[in-house]
Nanobody, 122 residues
Framework: QVQLVESGGGLVQAGGSLTLSCAAS????????MGWFRQAPGKGREFVAR????????YYSDDVKGRFTISRDNAKNTVSLQMNNLKPEDTAVYYC???????????????WGQGTQVTVSS
């Protein structure tokens, strides 16, 4: 059974930073791509970032490129999202996902965490 547990969300002022973490509890973690999606109030889920199983490839949405950094530690079964220069429009519930491939579509077949709230005040 795959379990993904996010942590690190909270309230931060615009321009501040937060680091989200996701702990995965399954043996094949190192063979799966990992990613983050987010869902703002009244909107659908949108892609934020992904990282390959081998850690050699990362990809970001245009909205967060240059401000967010995704990383993973296959020895610890964790993936992180370092978020800098946060903006009010980054306010959303952030979800960790795992899958053989992570596309920009939230409708593909992934395992999902329960989400963690990030609120950025202006």
């Amino acid at each position: 059974q795959v379990q993904l547990v996010e942590s690190g969300g909270g309230l931060v002022q615009a321009g501040g930073s937060l680091t989200l973490s996701c702990a995965a509890s399954y043996r094949t973690f190192s063979t799966n791509a990992m990613g983050w999606f987010r869902q703002a109030p009244g909107k659908g889920r949108e892609f934020v970032a992904r990282i390959s199983s081998s850690i050699t490839s990362t990809y970001y949405s245009d909205d967060v490129k240059g401000r967010f950094t995704i990383s993973r530690d296959n020895a610890k079964n964790t993936v992180s999202l370092q978020m800098n220069n946060l903006k009010p429009e980054d306010t959303a519930v952030y979800y960790c996902v795992a899958g053989l491939r992570i596309s920009v579509s939230p409708n593909s077949s992934y395992y999902w965490g329960q989400g963690t709230q990030v609120t950025v005040s202006s």
